[in-house]
């Protein structure tokens, strides 16, 4: 029973988003004037209003069929790339420059250009086993069918805002610049799947959809907050590995001058040149380096929670890594449970440090972003 509701939830998604694309507003009312006149129409000893229905389901298939058209004259002739940012935040404007141009011999007139994403319907154990917030205080009824969790797990896999842009028209050999924007839902991976060229036909029913491979990625970092001047508690301390890390593996030691030689002291630090010059032993004497060092957990071994309150959390860790300043101290951060997800690793301890030698902020926000999500995280700040 669950495979075919399962089934039957893809079918509808499928028709939905097929007639989303293709219908121009006075389509869509085309179609919902075709509908009543049909309902309306169910006797036709009693009412003559299916001859509305005739007509105007006779009109939207002349339009499809005038619509496929323009995929065969410009599907081929089209080319397009974009200029696509490195990173996103979750629930900020995302904009990016896209060029089409034209190497058919027609004039392209009153066409659109929009992103297309990759498929979001999840699949059959993902929708079985992803619970939609709040869907415990559903009725049966919805929890058994579980069209809500479907329509939810579409949703925060597509960014909003998704808007269509208007190309001016486009001769043979132009080339023409637009922007193009959404704004990400949530943090994470965003799979696009290339550009979609539409054009209405003449009767503007029905959109001409000429589809572009241009596949892409791109990353959502957290939402982050604007927080406070931190005061870090804790002290210096000894870090092995500290600033040579970045250039050797070994113990953190700098160079700080010569001085005469001392029993005791191991011959791998004669300086044989000065040796040589003063004819006593001479050797190099280091300075070790100290950094301060603090740990940022993310508590992932809960197996109960909201979905807003790890996103908060997720946001909340992203905030102190954006804003604490590792130019001399190191930052651990830490994911603790077994849901550390596949930023983690397997279960137990992920780590990440950042700072001297070590991986930037970004690269942190880039492990926050696809930190795993379906569990409960308590974030803390320690020495």
């Given at each position: 029973?669950?495979?075919?509701i399962?089934?039957?939830?893809?079918?509808?998604?499928?028709?939905?988003?097929?007639?989303?694309?293709?219908?121009?507003?006075?389509?869509?009312?085309?179609?919902?004037?075709?509908?009543?006149?049909?309902?309306?129409?169910?006797?036709?000893?009693?009412?003559?209003?299916?001859?509305?229905?005739?007509?105007?389901?006779?009109?939207?298939?002349?339009?499809?069929?005038?619509?496929?058209?323009?995929?065969?004259?410009?599907?081929?002739?089209?080319?397009?790339?974009?200029?696509?940012?490195?990173?996103?935040?979750?629930?900020?404007?995302?904009?990016?420059?896209?060029?089409?141009?034209?190497?058919?011999?027609?004039?392209?007139?009153?066409?659109?250009v929009?992103?297309?994403?990759?498929?979001?319907?999840?699949?059959?154990?993902?929708?079985?086993?992803?619970?939609?917030?709040?869907?415990?205080?559903?009725?049966?009824?919805?929890?058994?069918?579980?069209?809500?969790r479907?329509?939810?797990?579409?949703?925060?896999?597509?960014?909003?805002?998704?808007?269509?842009?208007?190309?001016?028209?486009?001769?043979p050999g132009?080339?023409?610049?637009?922007?193009?924007?959404?704004?990400?839902?949530?943090?994470?991976?965003?799979?696009?799947?290339?550009l979609?060229?539409?054009?209405?036909?003449?009767?503007?029913l029905?959109?001409?959809?000429?589809?572009?491979?241009?596949?892409?990625?791109?990353?959502?970092?957290?939402?982050?907050?604007?927080?406070?001047?931190?005061?870090?508690?804790g002290?210096?301390?000894?870090?092995?590995?500290?600033?040579?890390?970045?250039?050797?593996?070994?113990?953190?030691?700098?160079?700080?001058?010569?001085?005469?030689?001392?029993p005791?002291?191991?011959?791998?630090?004669?300086?044989?040149?000065?040796?040589?010059r003063?004819?006593?032993?001479?050797?190099?004497?280091?300075?070790?380096?100290?950094?301060?060092?603090?740990?940022?957990?993310?508590?992932?071994?809960?197996?109960?929670?909201?979905?807003?309150?790890?996103?908060?959390?997720?946001?909340?860790?992203?905030?102190?890594?954006y804003?604490?300043d590792?130019?001399?101290?190191?930052?651990?951060?830490?994911?603790?449970?077994?849901?550390?997800?596949?930023?983690?690793?397997?279960?137990?301890?992920?780590?990440?440090?950042?700072?001297?030698?070590?991986?930037?902020?970004?690269?942190?926000?880039?492990?926050?972003a696809?930190?795993?999500?379906?569990?409960?995280?308590?974030?803390?700040?320690?020495?």
């Open positions: 029973m669950k495979r075919f399962y089934r039957a939830l893809r079918m509808v998604s499928a028709l939905d988003h097929w007639l989303r694309e293709r219908l121009t507003p006075a389509g869509w009312l085309a179609l919902g004037a075709a509908g009543a006149a049909a309902a309306a129409g169910l006797d036709t000893n009693q009412t003559v209003t299916y001859r509305a229905f005739t007509f105007l389901a006779a009109l939207l298939a002349i339009s499809y069929l005038a619509s496929l058209l323009f995929r065969i004259f410009f599907h081929a002739r089209l080319e397009a790339s974009r200029a696509l940012p490195r990173y996103a935040t979750a629930g900020e404007h995302c904009s990016y420059r896209v060029v089409v141009a034209n190497r058919g011999a027609r004039r392209l007139t009153a066409a659109t929009q992103e297309r994403f990759r498929d979001p319907r999840p699949s059959y154990e993902v929708w079985k086993r992803t619970r939609e917030p709040g869907e415990e205080r559903r009725n049966w009824w919805d929890r058994r069918v579980g069209y809500f479907w329509r939810w797990q579409i949703e925060r896999r597509v960014p909003r805002d998704a808007a269509r842009g208007e190309l001016a028209p486009l001769g132009e080339r023409q610049e637009l922007e193009l924007s959404f704004t990400p839902r949530r943090r994470g991976r965003i799979e696009l799947a290339g979609t060229i539409g054009r209405a036909d003449p009767l503007g029905v959109r001409g959809l000429a589809r572009l491979p241009l596949p892409a990625r791109l990353i959502a970092l957290p939402r982050r907050y604007r927080l406070p001047a931190i005061t870090l508690p002290r210096r301390k000894f870090q092995p590995g500290g600033m040579s890390l970045a250039a050797s593996v070994g113990d953190s030691e700098e160079f700080l001058a010569l001085r005469d030689y001392r005791g002291d191991p011959l791998q630090r004669v300086h044989w040149k000065s040796f040589a003063t004819g006593k032993p001479v050797v190099k004497e280091y300075q070790d380096e100290f950094f301060e060092r603090h740990a940022l957990v993310l508590d992932t071994g809960s197996l109960a929670g909201e979905d807003a309150a790890f996103e908060d959390a997720v946001a909340l860790a992203a905030s102190f890594v804003t604490i590792t130019h001399d101290c190191l930052l651990d951060l830490l994911f603790v449970g077994p849901g550390a997800g596949e930023a983690a690793g397997p279960p137990g301890i992920g780590a990440y440090t950042a700072g001297r030698g070590q991986l930037q902020a970004q690269n942190m926000l880039e492990v926050l696809a930190v795993a999500d379906h569990q409960l995280a308590v974030v803390e700040a320690v020495d």
